[in-house]
Every structure is written in structure tokens, then in C-alpha cells.
């Protein structure tokens, strides 16, 4: 191998981060993020509150939460011009000014995200019988070992936060996410945070939803939300709490449809429908009932006992029973967007002491995450894409690997710029058509 003849230039600007005039792109031209924060926070020096939002936002689609990273972009031309920002806060004033910002700009902050997705027609896929689901779920961040303001002990048994967050459709795109202590109850303010995410969901898709949550949304109240919202269906998992197994199982065996897929294993199902006046208004409520008994396991071993577990779904979906399990199956997806945001966004351990901060950060982070999950989808999944196994969706990772962190050569000439990439580049063409898509040829 021969050795490298290391050189610096003088005067010529590399980038390692082409993908930022993407993101640019799509927080100047499609949201009004810039207009909106004007109204409502007021700075406490000469650099605008747009550019401490635009600053974060461009660490955070490089995957990047930690104040300290904007040290490395105070001097990067290209950082500033990609995201359109008049001043570069140091590390110490854009901590200052998130913590005065707080929880002022949340609201802002995700409506602004919600009207970028609806001016980028941002595609919205639902299943084949019409549905757009629309998942809600609790995701726990690992804070140990911190005194973080709202740290507590989640149900994952660590100390940490306990956001809750929507998606929207099967690409997954963020409604909103509220931050909340680790040890609050998932039901705790649900019914709220269930209304406004409708209510934006029906902005972006004329489709009607299904709302998906599990058994920590079991309740009375969360069911009367649901039924007096139009064009809305929804599955929730039934927490069956102190029931009597046994009775169920009996029950269900002597009144359902019972199946045995292999000796020793038999299923039943049923459906359950209970009837309510509430506020002088009556409801009829379904649920889908199971009873899984299973007398020999999977690898032939008798049981002393049986071992019986008992399910259940609240739904009011006019579909058989198998039917509807399966949906709220594929509600696990959401699992996979939870991750993203700790994993692919770094976000599992937040950056401020502060409660109030740490809510504008993840607010931020929702913005951040449907900006790469809309490059991806426009540019990742094409057959024009660098090349990866077939997809209906890629990763947040994926996008800051292929799109984000793309090298180039900044060129001034005359009054114009050029971004002039490697003759080797795989992710070229997937990079210009998104960028032709956000900043059409004039």
C-alpha cells in the first residue's frame, strides 16, 4: 500500500454533509416555522429565535442531541447557508436560549411540522380496506444515574422519562410527542393528547382512521372520545385486571368458535358487546375476546397445568374477529419508530437538566424526524436509490447514512453556488431528484 500525501487546501470548502440543503429546504420553503416563532418568543440578543431552532435542527438531522456538536458547525459555511442561518449561537447561548424558550414553542413547533408534511404532500398510506391507522404509545427513555428534573421510575423498571407519541399512516410520520415523567400512568392526560393528534391526523389524510393503543389506555373515558369522533375507528387492547380466567375460559370455549391448531393447544373467540348510559347518552361497546389453552407446549412437554391466557380488544370495526387481531398485530410497528427517535436521533438520554427544555427538545426532534422520514421515503425507496434491499420504508439512520452525510464540494462562482459531488457517487441521482422535488428549476 503506498502511503498518503496528507494536504489542507487553502481556499477550497469540502462538506460532509450535503443532506443539510435538503433539510434546509424543507424547514424555510415548506413550514412556517420562521414566521410562527417571531409571534411568539422574543430573543434576548441579536441572533433570532429562528436561528436557535434552525441551528438544533440541523444537528439533529445529522443525528446529533448534544449541545456540544455545535462547537464543530460555528465555522462551517455550508451549515449556515444549508439552513438559511443569519447568526451561529455558541454552545453556551443555544443552551441558554432553549431553557428560556421552554415549552412556549411546543405547540408551535408541532403545528409548524404538521403544515410542512401537508405542503410537501406528504403521502399518507392507509390498508387496502381504507384505513389510515394512527398509533398512540407510551416509549420509556433510560435517564439512570441523573437528576434530571421529571426523572422518575418508569414501567421498564429504570429511572427516565415516559413520552407518548402518535403516528400517522404506514409510513409513520410523528403528529406530536409530549414529554412526561417517567412514572406518570400512559392514561394520565391521554384523552387530550388523543384529541389534538385527530385533529391534526385529519389535516393530512380525508381517510378515515384507526386509532391503535394498548391495554395502559383501557378505559371508559378513552372509549367515549373515540366513539364521538366521526370517521374514526379504533382498536385498544382490553386490560382484563382481576378477571376470572377460568370463567372466561369456559365461556368462551362454550359460547365461541373454538380452534385447535396443533394437540394440546386450543383457541376460542368470541365477541362481547356491553351496553352503557353515560352523561344520559347511551353506548354499546364491543370487545373481541381470546382464550389461548395450551395443556402440551410447543416441543411436546405435557403440562401439569394448563397454561391459560386470556386477551382482549375493544373495537368498533365491523370485521370478524381474526380480522381485527391482526391489525392491532401490526400496531407493533410503532415499536420500530420509538427506537428511531432513542437510537437514530440519539434522543434516549436527553441533553437538558430541565423538564421544560427537555419537552422543546423532543417537540424539535419530531420536527427533525419527519423531515429525514420524508428524504427517505422521496429518495430512498426508488429504484433510482444507492443500492439496498426493497422497501416500504427506511430507517432515520438509513437517511443520515446515504443522504445526510454526503461529501461535497462547495463552489462559489460569480453569485451562484455549486454543490459538486465525487463522479463516483452512489446517492447522486437519489439527491437530486429530492432536491429538484423541494427547490423545483425555476
Not at 281 to 298: A, Q, S
Request: with cysteine; glycine share 8%; net charge positive.
Amino acid at each position: 500500500m503506498k502511503r498518503l500525501i496528507l494536504e489542507q487546501s487553502s481556499d477550497e470548502f469540502y462538506t460532509s454533509h450535503s443532506g443539510l440543503a435538503l433539510a434546509g429546504a424543507c424547514i424555510n420553503r415548506y413550514s412556517d416555522l420562521g414566521r410562527s416563532v417571531g409571534r411568539v418568543a422574543k430573543g434576548s440578543d441579536h441572533i433570532a429565535e429562528i436561528d436557535i431552532l434552525r441551528s438544533y435542527l440541523g444537528l439533529l438531522c445529522l443525528g446529533k442531541s448534544d449541545y456540544q456538536a455545535i462547537a464543530a458547525m460555528r465555522e462551517d459555511d455550508y451549515f449556515k447557508q444549508s439552513l438559511g442561518i443569519g447568526r451561529m449561537p455558541s454552545v453556551e447561548r443555544l443552551r441558554q436560549r432553549l431553557d428560556e424558550a421552554g415549552t412556549n414553542l411546543v405547540p408551535v413547533i408541532h403545528r409548524s411540522s404538521r403544515i410542512m408534511l401537508k405542503r410537501l404532500k406528504a403521502p399518507v398510506t392507509g390498508y387496502r380496506n381504507g384505513l389510515v391507522p394512527l398509533d398512540v404509545d407510551v416509549f420509556p427513555q433510560d435517564n439512570s444515574n441523573t437528576k434530571k428534573e421529571g426523572v422518575s421510575r418508569t414501567y421498564k423498571n429504570y429511572d427516565g422519562y415516559a413520552p407518548i407519541a402518535a403516528y400517522l399512516g404506514k409510513e409513520g410520520w410523528c403528529l406530536e410527542v409530549e414529554l412526561r415523567p417517567g412514572s406518570q400512568h400512559s392514561q394520565n392526560g391521554f384523552v387530550d393528547f388523543l384529541n389534538r393528534v385527530i385533529a391534526g391526523a385529519k389535516e393530512l389524510s380525508e381517510q378515515p382512521l384507526l386509532v391503535r393503543a394498548d391495554a395502559g389506555n383501557d378505559a371508559l373515558e378513552t372509549l367515549v372520545a373515540l366513539e364521538n369522533v366521526e370517521k374514526t375507528h379504533y382498536i385498544v387492547k382490553w386490560n382484563p385486571r382481576k378477571s376470572d380466567t377460568i370463567a372466561w375460559r369456559d365461556k368462551v370455549f362454550a359460547e365461541g368458535p373454538v380452534k385447535t391448531p396443533r394437540p394440546g393447544k386450543r383457541v376460542g373467540t368470541m365477541v362481547v358487546e356491553e351496553r352503557k348510559e353515560i352523561d344520559e347518552t347511551p353506548y354499546t361497546f364491543k370487545r373481541i375476546v381470546r382464550v389461548t389453552e395450551r395443556t402440551i407446549d410447543k416441543n411436546g412437554q405435557f403440562l401439569l397445568t394448563p397454561d391459560i391466557a386470556l386477551e382482549g380488544w375493544w373495537t368498533n370495526l365491523a370485521m370478524v374477529p381474526e380480522d381485527v387481531i391482526e391489525l392491532y398485530r401490526q400496531h407493533a410497528t410503532s415499536e420500530q419508530f420509538h427506537s428511531e427517535f432513542k437510537t437514530d436521533l440519539d434522543f434516549e438520554r436527553l441533553p437538558s437538566g430541565k423538564f421544560a427544555t427537555n419537552a422543546l427538545v423532543m417537540a424539535l426532534g419530531a420536527f427533525a424526524y419527519n423531515i429525514l422520514r420524508f428524504i427517505g421515503q422521496t429518495g430512498l425507496i426508488a429504484p433510482f436509490g444507492p443500492v439496498r434491499h426493497s422497501a416500504k420504508r427506511r430507517r432515520l439512520r438509513t437517511v443520515i447514512q446515504e443522504l445526510m452525510y454526503l461529501a461535497g464540494r462547495l463552489i462559489t462562482t460569480g453569485r451562484r453556488l455549486k454543490l459538486r459531488f465525487s463522479r463516483h457517487c452512489p446517492a447522486f441521482t437519489a439527491f437530486s431528484v429530492v432536491y429538484s422535488r423541494l427547490i423545483p428549476a425555476s
